[in-house]
């Protein structure tokens, strides 16, 4: 793991340290960052709140009552964790279906969208659940999931003007990633259909749906079955 050198660390006020290693999207970063996130949690350190993985570094959360150098002891823990080697993706990712209805109800920018990219609403769906996905962070607002792999054809610019409230289980995209939308919040995003599944409790022992690393498919559904899936939850 020596390749992968930290750019700098930076304070998150008082209590917390972000260390980056890259300030673009680079994949080997991202999964690397996530692989790190998960060897820093496995030391059961008591003074270590919580550690996030984001896109090109990771956040550590120190405990207020912590009296060390936060900035000089978040460089030393991923300098640790880095020399003895992180684990592999594949022993804490996880495999998720997603199923969608792409119909118009669910849609309301599919038609921009295929006047932006030249491709009609079912080749724009179809595409868009032929990819594989992987979570690349969770932020924004909490289980809001960033996922990369968008087919490269359905890569469109954000809305002009976002929207005040976006319906829980929205599925959109934007540039070369596509999102889930956790609840209702607002966004800006093209939304192209919706999950009738939710992504997002905070009653579930995991309440996200989705953690970083995690592989994603999405599985095209009517609306009689997203009705029915509907009922169900």
């Known amino acids: 793991m020596a390749k992968f050198r930290p750019l700098?660390?930076?304070?998150?006020?008082?209590?917390?340290?972000?260390?980056?290693?890259?300030?673009?999207?680079?994949?080997?970063?991202?999964?690397?960052?996530?692989?790190?996130?998960?060897?820093?949690?496995?030391r059961g350190l008591p003074w270590l709140r919580d550690v996030v993985p984001a896109l090109g570094g990771v956040a550590l959360h120190f405990d207020p009552a912590f009296e060390g150098n936060v900035l000089e002891l978040a460089a030393e823990l991923a300098a640790q964790c880095l020399k003895k080697g992180l684990p592999a993706a594949k022993e804490f990712e996880s495999e998720i279906e997603l199923p969608v209805c792409y119909e118009a109800e669910f849609a309301p920018d599919m038609d921009e969208v295929s006047k932006k990219t030249g491709l009609a609403a079912g080749e724009v769906a179809k595409r868009h659940a032929a990819a594989e996905y992987r979570v690349l962070m969770i932020g924004f607002a909490p289980g809001h999931a960033y996922l990369g792999g968008l087919d490269a054809r359905l890569a469109v610019p954000r809305r002009a003007t976002p929207r005040a409230q976006v319906p829980a289980g929205s599925v959109a995209i934007a540039n070369d990633q596509t999102v889930v939308y956790p609840y209702a919040i607002s966004g800006g995003w093209n939304v192209i259909g919706r999950t009738p599944l939710a992504v997002f409790d905070a009653g579930r022992p995991r309440p996200s749906l989705f953690a970083p690393g995690d592989r994603v498919r999405f599985r095209a559904v009517t609306g009689k079955e997203f009705a029915r899936m509907a009922e169900q939850q």
């Open 8 to 42: 700098g660390v930076v304070p998150l006020g008082d209590c917390a340290a972000y260390v980056e290693f890259s300030r673009t999207l680079d994949l080997q970063v991202n999964s690397m960052v996530q692989r790190l996130a998960v060897a820093l949690r496995s």
